[in-house]
């Protein structure tokens, strides 16, 4: 199929939980319905986004709450379901906690996870100083999920800052990217849509960010605007800040056409410079 819909899930995300899963129950079945064949969720879906809630919120994969949720929304949909992510704690209770996303096939079955390789660890004079890693645990696996509609590559929030990464997924055969990301009111002006566009362009493929929606009264404001971008770099759809689906259509025909037409990977002088990926595949 060289065309299919794909729906990113601004969801509005309190401190409730239960809440949290109900309403986004509720939305990924309004997706479906629209004929969105993979659905995607924002970072943090289940729980407010701070170092001070990951240990409350965190689950072990796959048999919390928030995964059962997934699994069943799958199924039930018929869907791949690019699960946002959750604060994971660790199955070998060693104590760790991982910012991670999982991916359901329509059976109702986990594909994949993808924990967070980059922390967000960062320092704006005035503006914002936050540091995942006082909290979290670092992943160490690029996550690549094979679907009968594309290869998906896996990245969450600061992942996107790394075009090393992209390039990698390209060159493993994805597609798609896929960014789960809360972005605050700082980086996500200046940064959230060129970053998206750049790694599009660099790599002749798809990306797709899925942010929160925006709740000023949170202790961490997120930027919104969650948004799709073509292989030419052109917006194919962006939400504002408030809750909502967005749909856009992934046609495969049409990044065959812009690869064909600036044929980048041909070109590149491997005997000057390579990126390699040190995890085995």
């Not at 939980?17 to 993979?38: D, H, P, W, Y």
């Not at 949909?77 to 359901?104: A, H, K, M, Q, R």
């Not at 948004?227 to 046609?251: C, F, Q, R």
């Amino acid at each position: 199929m060289s065309i299919f819909r794909l729906a990113l899930i601004q969801l509005s995300v309190s401190s409730n939980k239960s809440e949290n899963l109900l309403r986004c129950s509720k939305m990924v079945t309004e997706a479906a319905s629209n004929g969105a064949k993979i659905i995607a969720l924002p970072e943090c879906f289940n729980s407010p986004y701070g170092i001070n809630y990951f240990k409350e919120y965190a689950e072990k994969i796959p048999n919390g709450p928030s995964c059962e949720t997934l699994s069943k929304l799958a199924k039930e949909n018929n869907i791949y379901l690019i699960g946002g992510s959750i604060p994971e704690l660790s199955e070998d209770d060693d104590g760790c906690i991982y910012n991670t996303c999982t991916i359901w096939n329509p059976m109702g079955e986990l594909l994949g996870r993808h924990r967070k390789i980059h922390l967000f660890d960062i320092d704006i004079p005035g503006k914002i100083t936050f540091q995942e890693s006082k909290i979290l645990s670092r992943g160490s696996e690029l996550t690549v999920i094979k679907t009968p509609f594309c290869n998906i590559g896996i990245g969450i929030c600061y992942d996107l800052r790394f075009a090393e990464m992209a390039q990698l997924y390209r060159t493993q055969g994805c597609d798609l990217l896929i960014y789960p990301g809360a972005f605050n009111m700082t980086t996500g002006p200046a940064h959230w849509q060129i970053l998206q566009q750049a790694r599009a362009v660099d790599n002749q493929i798809y990306v797709a960010t899925v942010a929160p929606a925006r709740d000023e009264t949170a202790s961490y404001v997120a930027w919104g605007h969650s948004m799709a971008v073509d292989p030419w770099g052109k917006i194919l759809v962006e939400a504002d800040h408030t809750e909502k689906i967005s749909y856009a259509n992934i046609d495969l025909s049409y990044m065959k056409e812009v690869r064909e037409n600036i044929p980048l990977m041909k070109q590149k002088r491997t005997d000057l410079y390579e990126v390699i990926s040190k995890v085995p595949e």
